[in-house]
């Protein structure tokens, strides 16, 4: 490498990068991490399968045929053969293919969600519910692993919780901005996770997951039993099992973002650090 000239004082030094390796995530984040990844991933698609019994959803104490559902998941009978469709309120779009009906053996079948996505793909509402339940908890179980170890070892206060300087709207616009624009974190800023993440991983940790929890034990008439004010709480079991299906449709939501975001800021780096432990840093020259 060249040095500067001491007879150009214009001369500009050209430092390499340096890498270091940090470690990012604990043993207990990285195993419950991708637990959460299996367990969610099944959960979703055996719900899926029992959703499929009565794709219908509503609010209040009632819901059965007779009632008025908000959300559905249908087939209708046309002239030129069967069309699915999903609607909401008087919005009805058709999703002939994808939802409502779709090709199975060949035939175009009335289901609400297609046989290849879910768990098992065939008619069976026992077996959804044994799968579902099954990873439910485990789900529960791995989840109280992670906020005993979140509380316990400083986690969530130290890594998730966003001080008082990233919560200001200025600094929350600015990295907006960033994000929309793909401009991520670099050097020391990479270190830590930046006020979106924060504000996401928590509201999904501490809101969504315990909110699907508690919405799918509401369903549960054994524990209703035990329980009685779980169906008070959601306003009625038909209200909890609509607040169920929408709080995994927004985790399947986060899901996809997340991932999107993995790939975009650097997918080998991003899943290293989730198996090893070791994340890696580039500080350019400009920075010593």
């Not at 209040?60 to 046309?78: E, L, M």
Request: hydrophobic share 45%; charged share 15%.
């Amino acid at each position: 490498m060249k040095t500067p000239d001491s007879k150009h004082p214009s001369a500009v030094s050209i430092q390499p990068a340096e890498r270091q390796f940090i470690r990012r995530h604990s043993v207990i984040v990285r195993i419950t991490h991708w637990v959460n990844v299996m367990c969610l991933s099944i959960l979703l698609l055996s719900g899926l399968q029992i959703f499929n019994a009565h794709p219908r959803l509503y609010w209040g104490k009632y819901g059965a045929d007779a009632d008025q559902a908000f959300i559905v998941v249908g087939a209708q009978k046309q002239d030129d053969g069967l069309h699915g469709f999903f609607q909401v309120g008087p919005l009805r779009v058709d999703t002939t293919g994808i939802l409502g009906a779709s090709a199975e053996n060949g035939v175009v079948t009335a289901r609400a969600f297609p046989d290849w996505l879910t768990i098992p793909s065939y008619h069976d509402l026992g077996a959804g519910r044994n799968w579902h339940f099954l990873f439910a908890w485990l789900l529960v179980i791995n989840g109280l692993i992670y906020l005993m170890h979140g509380f316990l070892r400083g986690h969530i206060r130290r890594d998730l919780a966003p001080n008082r300087d990233q919560l200001r709207p200025r600094h929350l616009w600015h990295e907006v901005v960033d994000h929309v624009r793909l401009r991520f974190a670099k050097g020391d800023e990479a270190r830590r996770y930046n006020a979106l993440q924060k504000i996401t991983y928590l509201l999904v940790a501490l809101g969504l997951l315990p909110l699907m929890v508690l919405t799918g034990l509401t369903m549960s008439p054994g524990l209703n039993a035990v329980f009685p004010f779980l169906p008070d709480l959601f306003g009625g079991r038909p209200s909890a099992r609509t607040l169920h299906f929408i709080t995994a449709s927004m985790l399947v939501l986060f899901v996809v973002v997340h991932v999107l975001m993995v790939v975009l800021s650097g997918f080998w780096n991003n899943i290293r650090s989730m198996i090893t432990g070791r994340y890696a840093i580039d500080h350019s020259g400009d920075e010593k």
